[in-house]
Nanobody, 123 residues
Framework: QVHLVESGGGSVQAGGSLRLSCEVS????????MGWFRQAPGQEREFSAA???????YYADSVKGRFTISRDNAKNTVYLQMNSLKPEDTAGYYC?????????????????WGQGTQVTVSS
C-alpha cells in the first residue's frame, strides 16, 4: 500500500503564491509517475500537472505558465509551486501516484491518492 500526505494549502489573495508538497511512503518513489489534481465543490476532479519518473512534465492549459511541478526523490516528495493565483484556482488539491497505463490527464490513470489540501484564493 502507498500512502500520500499533502500539505501547504491555505488562503491567499489573488496574485499570490503557494507551494504544495506531497510526501509518499515507501522505497520506490523514484519509480512512480506523479500527478496533481484539483476539485472544487460540485465539480469533477480535474488534472493540473504531472511529472514522470524521467522528469518530463505535463500541465493543464488552465495552469500552464503559472504552476510548476517538481520532485525530490531523496525526500520522496512531489511539489506544486503555484504562482499568480486566481480565485478560480480555489479547490481541494490532491496528489496521486500513477502506476497504470492510463492517461496522465485523467483521474482513472492514477492508483493511489492523498487526502487533499485546501487552497482558497480571494479576490
Amino acid at each position: 500500500q502507498v500512502h500520500l500526505v499533502e500539505s501547504g494549502g491555505g488562503s491567499v489573495q489573488a496574485g499570490g503564491s503557494l507551494r504544495l508538497s506531497c510526501e509518499v511512503s515507501g522505497r520506490t518513489f523514484r519509480s512512480y509517475d506523479m500527478g496533481w489534481f484539483r476539485q472544487a465543490p460540485g465539480q469533477e476532479r480535474e488534472f493540473s500537472a504531472a511529472i514522470r519518473r524521467s522528469g518530463v512534465t505535463y500541465y493543464a492549459d488552465s495552469v500552464k505558465g503559472r504552476f510548476t511541478i517538481s520532485r525530490d526523490n531523496a525526500k520522496n516528495t512531489v511539489y506544486l509551486q503555484m504562482n499568480s493565483l486566481k480565485p478560480e484556482d480555489t479547490a481541494g488539491y490532491y496528489c496521486a501516484v500513477k502506476r497504470n497505463s492510463g492517461s496522465y490527464c485523467s483521474p482513472s490513470g492514477y492508483d493511489y491518492w492523498g487526502q487533499g489540501t485546501q487552497v482558497t484564493v480571494s479576490s
